[in-house]
């Protein structure tokens, strides 16, 4: 089981953002848009979740499932643990996870571009009908904070909740069925 440290930065352009990085020394390490899937124990209320189970598949046909914890603040990021499988046929795990008495609450597709920089794994991600945003990952929130000042983004919001919070409150979408 690892623990993911991460924050997001908000508001970005992402070509830019891709020119810094590369002229930094970091490297372009993928290209994709993802679909995700969402699962919860039926009948649990939003923000009553004690962990969160995701099936996310990229447009290589590429699936994963991950398991979640609950998130803790950790400064400008977040930190939990997490467990993720490389997965074949996503189709019968949706299967299995509906006759265990899991449901499907929330879809999204992202176009996300992956970058490494440092000892960071760096991810822009494009919602549909929203502005790109860089997540970073890292080994702690010291590393964080040396791309956020490597890439001159200081001025920029960070964001450390969730996802499904900043769609919902900061963009005013709905995070549960977002389609391209």
């Given amino acids: 089981m690892t623990h993911e440290i991460e924050t997001k930065v908000l508001n970005i352009d992402k070509n830019e953002i891709i020119k810094k990085i590369v002229s930094a020394g970091g490297k372009?390490?993928?290209?994709?848009?993802?679909?995700?899937?969402?699962?919860?124990?039926?009948?649990?209320?939003?923000?009553k979740d004690p962990w969160f189970l995701r099936i996310r598949s990229n447009s290589e046909g590429k699936h994963e499932v991950t398991w979640k914890a609950k998130s803790e603040t950790v400064g400008i990021a977040r930190k939990h643990k997490e467990i993720n499988l490389l997965i074949q046929e996503?189709?019968?795990?949706?299967?299995?996870?509906?006759?265990?008495?899991?449901?499907k609450y929330a879809h999204q597709e992202k176009d996300r571009t992956s970058l490494t920089l440092k000892n960071c794994l760096l991810e822009i991600d494009q919602y549909p009908d929203m502005p790109a945003f860089l997540e970073i990952e890292g080994p702690n929130e010291e590393s964080i904070k040396e791309i956020i000042n490597l890439l001159s983004l200081e001025k920029n919001k960070t964001w450390q909740k969730g996802e499904r919070i900043l769609i919902q409150e900061i963009y005013e979408l709905d995070w549960y069925q977002m389609n391209f």
Avoid: N, P
């Fill in 28 to 47: 372009k390490t993928g290209e994709t848009r993802l679909s995700v899937d969402w699962y919860r124990l039926t009948g649990t209320k939003e923000d």
């Fill in 90 to 103: 996503s189709e019968k795990l949706t299967a299995i996870f509906e006759e265990i008495g899991l449901e």
